[in-house]
T-cell receptor
């Protein structure tokens, strides 16, 4: 069965610092992997995705994530945090050939001035 | 439409009453999903529709919950005899293909008092 684990329900960084949000998954077949962002009082928005090909994927707002099969990880990074990055971030997995996306519990990112 | 539209955006209902939530997906998106997000928690899968195929209802928490979708258009999620534990944000998403990721609506915040 698929599952997603996001390490840390809350992460706090200073403005300008590196953002690292961790995600590990389990899947019996090659997965599709996603990161979504949810700003306060808004719906979820797709940030980036990995399906096939290049394992380093770039998304909106300067975020990127790297698919590491050997580590079953798909960590989200951004070199320099902005105040506007404060939001909740969800990692998600779907099996190739599957239909149901499984979401992690979410990580709330706080950015300090 | 340009995005996934959900209505109402907020609903307060008395315990025991029935409620109906509506989702209007993006035109051309064959897949439609309902998720539930309780306060401070991740997304809980409820039901999935794909074209004219039989829906996957495996996530519905009880027989008080039901959903319908006509073809590839609007979907309604109905909760009968609402309970306080039904209070949550109900999110609808639609997708063109599974590896495209989802487009989410802004959700319906349901409060049962």
């Amino acid at each position: 069965a698929q599952s997603v684990t996001q390490l840390g329900s809350h992460v706090s960084v200073s403005e300008g610092a590196l953002v690292l949000l961790r995600c590990n998954y389990s899947s019996s077949v090659p997965p599709y992997l996603f990161w979504y962002v949810q700003y306060p009082n808004q719906g979820l928005q797709l940030l980036l995705k990995y399906t096939t090909g290049a394992t380093l994927v770039k998304g909106i707002n300067g975020f990127e994530a790297e698919f590491k099969k050997s580590e079953t990880s798909f960590h989200l990074t951004k070199p320099s945090a902005h105040m506007s990055d404060a939001a909740e971030y969800f990692c998600a997995v779907i099996n190739t050939g599957g239909f149901k996306t499984i979401f992690g519990a979410g990580t709330r990112l706080f950015v300090k001035a | 439409g340009a995005g996934v539209s959900q209505s109402p955006s907020n609903k307060v209902t008395e315990k025991g009453k029935d409620v109906e939530l509506r989702c209007d997906p993006i035109s051309g998106h064959t897949a439609l999903y309902w998720y539930r997000q309780r306060l401070g928690q991740g997304l809980e899968f409820l039901i999935y529709f794909q074209g004219n195929s039989a829906p996957d209802k495996s996530g519905l928490p009880s027989d008080r919950f039901s959903a319908e979708r006509t073809g590839e258009s609007v979907s309604t999620l109905t909760i009968q005899r609402t309970q306080q534990e039904d209070s949550a944000v109900y999110l609808c998403a639609s997708s063109f293909k599974q590896n495209y990721g989802y487009t989410f609506g802004s959700g319906t915040r349901l409060t049962v008092v």
